[in-house]
């Protein structure tokens, strides 16, 4: 099993080309305010968004998320000067059997700090002739 990571730096004036670095804030993707990736379909309005994506094994996680969190702290005033107006962390992961997820309360702090939405969303996958498939019944 795998963790999907995703990172999602956005706001209206938000130009992350312009992020220094020196802060090792490797953007997977981004699009500057106007771009046709960057227009909303819930508003009507645009912005500037990056994001960092990345798969990992579920005992490497808290190393590259303290990592990652560690980072946007350093940039994070460097970051809103550049329009940041908010940071998303979408994690997903398929499972077979039950699972249990757990943050270090330093991580819930760097989090709260960062005023950063936390989405997880896990799926049931099954397996045939030893490969894992997602599941299309939900529990």
Avoid: C
């Amino acid at each position: 099993m795998e963790l999907n990571v995703n990172f999602i730096f956005r706001g209206i004036d938000f130009t992350p080309i312009k992020v220094n670095l020196d802060y090792n804030l490797v953007f997977t993707e981004m699009s500057e305010v106007g771009d046709s990736i960057s227009h909303r379909a819930d508003r009507t309005m645009d912005y500037g968004y990056a994001s960092i994506q990345y798969e990992i094994k579920p005992n490497e996680f808290s190393n590259h998320f303290e990592l990652n969190l560690s980072r946007i702290k350093t940039a994070f005033d460097h970051l809103t000067q550049l329009g940041l107006q908010e940071i998303l962390v979408y994690i997903s992961f398929g499972y077979e059997s039950q699972f249990n997820w757990e943050f270090t309360p330093h991580e819930l702090k760097q989090l709260s700090e960062l005023n950063i939405t936390l989405n997880i969303s896990a799926y049931k996958v099954s397996t045939l002739g030893g490969q894992s498939i997602p599941s299309a019944k939900t529990d």
